[in-house]
C-alpha cells in the first residue's frame, strides 16, 4: 500500500516539475509584472499624494502673502511652487492669486506673465480659461485688443462660454464695433443661465446699445 501511494507521489511530483518546466518561466515573469505594476501604482499612489500635500502649503503661502499684500514674496513662492509642482492643481490656483494681487498692485507686466503661464501650463482647461479672461481683461486695458481677443479665441472651456462672449462683446465695444459686440453681448445673454444675477448686466449692455433682449413669451420661464 504504502509502495503505491509513493508511486502515485512520484508521478504527481514529475507532472509538477514537467508543467513547471514548461511553463515555469512564463508564470514567473508574468507575476513579477503583475508585482511590478501594482508597487508602481501604490509609488505613483504615493506621489501623487505627495506632490499635492507639498503644493498645497506652497500655495497657502502664496495665499497668505497676497492676503497680506506682499506680492514680492508671494512672487518668490510661487516661481518656487510652479517650478518644483507645475502640474498640481494648486500650482494654478496660486498663479491666479498672484496675479491678481499684481493687477491690484499695478503691475500688468508682471500680471500678464503669470497669467501666460496658468494658460499654457494648467492642467484643467477651467483653469486655462480663468487665467485667459483674465489675461484678456489685462491686454482690454493696455489697448492690446487684438492681443485680447487671440486670448479669447483660445478660452475653450464650456462653463465659461457665456463670460468669454461677454469679455469679447466689451473688447469689441473698445474698438468701436458696435455690431460685433452687440452679437458677442447676445451670444453671452443667451448661454448666461437666467438664473444667473450677471445675466441682468449683460442685459443693461445690450439695453444701452438699443438691442435689448426681447422678452419671453408668457408662460415660459424666465
Known sequence: MATQLDLQEQEQIDALKAFWNQYGNLITWTLTLVLAAFAAWNGWQWYQRDQSLKSSVMHDEVEKASAAGDVDKAARIFADL??????????????LALAKLQIDKG??????????????????????????????????DAKKYDEALKSLDAAKAPTFAALVA???????????????????????W?????????RRLIEAKLTSLGAAPEPAPAGDKP
Not at 510652479?82 to 498663479?95: D, I, K, L, N, S
Not at 496658468?118 to 481683461?137: C, F, I, K
Open 190 to 198: 443667451k448661454a448666461m443661465p437666467a438664473t444667473v444675477d450677471y
Open 107 to 140: 503691475k500688468a507686466d508682471e500680471a500678464r506673465t503669470t497669467l501666460g503661464w496658468v494658460a499654457s501650463s494648467a492642467s484643467e482647461d477651467e483653469y486655462r480659461t480663468v487665467a485667459l479672461l483674465a489675461l484678456a481683461g489685462v491686454d482690454m
Open 82 to 95: 510652479r517650478e518644483r509642482f507645475p502640474r498640481t492643481t494648486f500650482a494654478a490656483q496660486a498663479g
Open 166 to 188: 461677454d469679455r469679447r462683446g466689451d473688447v469689441l465695444l473698445a474698438q468701436g464695433k458696435k455690431a460685433d459686440a452687440v452679437a458677442a453681448y447676445q451670444a453671452a
